[in-house]
């Protein structure tokens, strides 16, 4: 065991061990002791600061209080997966909101029950820091907790009273893939403590790992058959049931690592409006560009050059053979009632003009439902992407979630690529450092 630790020490000290063991080779053993002892006092701290979490979070809702999960960007999108957790794992109502919502509706109606917990990766994200600041000088007696991945950070350090790492090491790539998984792992963590035993959520988390890994290995072909379909399309939803955190981290990560435009809504709510997008619009890509020009050139013959807007006037074939199907991509859980209204949906949505994307569990209502043409859309098109069988709802985020982070991925690949080969300058498209995006955004 000590062996495992002289090369490669594992504690929050290990660059400061490596130096020490190049300067003084001897002292391997000594060092890599040390490092196992700095682990365990980490896992003590971490384990107990989990308890008091827990315990705070029971005294804030005995005493009437409300429980903020409050954060931006994609530790948003945990935080609304938080909220899936604790509905459905503790029975505890918690509000997952960003710096600005919470501001406009919560802030001047806090009182010192309620219980403000931060999420963030970077520790120093402005809006976050200006709510903690405030919320400390107008309710001094209000408990402050935070989740964090860079623990030597101001809202760990200066603004919480304690505070959980994720652990998740640093983040290479500018878009949070990494933070966001382990925060939805600690967040998991912590909802199911109130109704698991440790015992119990030891087992679920490394079921989820198996998931996790399961999904990696045996997706590929089915992901990279739907992100070739995808990549050039304008614009798409993903419809979360039930899961609008997971389906909003998605279309994230499709906006900023493919540049297409997505958005992640509730699967029952879109029918509500967004779903005038479907069937005929006005959206188009580079690909369907290119496929008027060469009707254009096919049709005109040896007619002069009229102009763009006269062209289309006078053969609207040129806009019309361009229309197709608006891409959904559906998330559905396990869940008896959320398989019903995802069979619900992809029925009442594709007759009116989608093409349909489905993550979920192995299910023969499902996929028939997907892959069923309706009638007179022969160029009707769908993919379902399993992922392995867990039967529970909850460790189906943990799935979920790296398919479509591996979809995002393989779709800014294959665009990078595209718009590499037709010469497009400074187009900003790329997996690790889209443009625009930043690690920690610290100004207002």
């Not at 490596?18 to 053993?29: C, G, K, N, T, V």
């Not at 690909?287 to 254009?296: F, R």
């Not at 763009?308 to 197709?324: I, N, T, Y």
């Not at 093409?355 to 098109?381: R, S």
């Amino acid at each position: 065991m000590l062996q495992a630790h002289r090369d490669q020490p594992a504690s929050d000290e290990r660059a400061l061990l490596l130096d020490l063991a190049r300067l003084e080779p001897q002292a391997w053993e000594a060092l890599a002791l040390l490092d196992l002892v700095l682990i365990w006092k980490k896992r003590r701290r971490v384990t107990q600061h989990l308890q008091d979490l827990v315990k705070t979070i029971r005294e804030a809702q005995k005493g009437g209080g409300r429980i903020f999960l409050v954060a931006s960007g994609t530790s948003y999108h945990a935080a609304l997966t938080a909220g899936y957790f604790f509905n459905n794992l503790a029975g505890v109502a918690v509000f997952p909101c960003n710096p600005g919502m919470f501001r406009s509706m919560y802030l001047n109606a806090l009182n010192p029950a309620d219980l403000l917990i931060g999420i963030t990766q970077s520790g120093e994200t402005k809006d976050l820091v200006d709510i903690f600041q405030d919320v400390r000088t107008r309710i001094p007696a209000l408990r402050r907790v935070s989740l964090v991945n860079n623990e030597n950070s101001r809202i760990p350090q200066e603004l919480s009273e304690f505070y959980l790492p994720i652990l998740c090491g640093p983040e290479i790539a500018v878009a949070a893939t990494k933070s966001f998984l382990n925060q939805v792992a600690v967040l998991y963590v912590l909802a199911a403590s109130f109704s698991l035993t440790e015992r119990k959520i030891v087992e679920k988390l490394g079921q989820a790992r198996e998931l996790i890994l399961e999904t990696l290995n045996q997706g590929e072909a089915a992901v990279e058959a739907a992100a070739e379909r995808l990549y050039l399309e304008p614009s798409l939803h993903i419809l979360g049931t039930g899961l609008i955190g997971l389906a909003r981290e998605g279309a994230l990560k499709i906006r900023e690592v493919v540049l297409n435009h997505a958005e992640g809504y509730d699967a029952a709510e879109f029918k509500h409006g967004p779903n005038t997008i479907l069937g005929k619009n006005t959206l188009f890509s580079i690909h369907d560009l290119a496929g008027l020009l060469e009707t254009y050139e096919a049709q005109r013959g040896d007619t002069p050059f009229a102009g763009g807007l006269e062209s289309l006037k006078a053969w609207p074939e040129l806009v019309e053979r361009r229309f197709s199907n608006y891409p959904l991509l559906f998330v559905c859980p396990p869940d008896e009632r959320d398989i019903r209204i995802t069979i619900s949906q992809i029925h009442t949505h594709k007759i009116r003009g989608a093409d349909i994307v489905l993550i979920a569990e192995k299910n023969a209502e499902l996929a028939m439902a997907a892959n069923g043409k309706p009638m007179g859309q022969d160029h009707y098109w769908a993919k379902v992407l399993e992922v392995p069988a867990s039967g529970d709802p909850n460790l189906f985020v943990f799935a979920a979630t790296v398919l479509l982070q591996r979809l995002a991925f393989r779709m800014s690949v294959l665009k990078m690529e595209y718009l590499d080969r037709l010469q497009v300058v400074d187009h900003g498209v790329h997996p690790d450092a889209p443009k625009n995006v930043s690690k920690s955004i610290t100004v207002d």
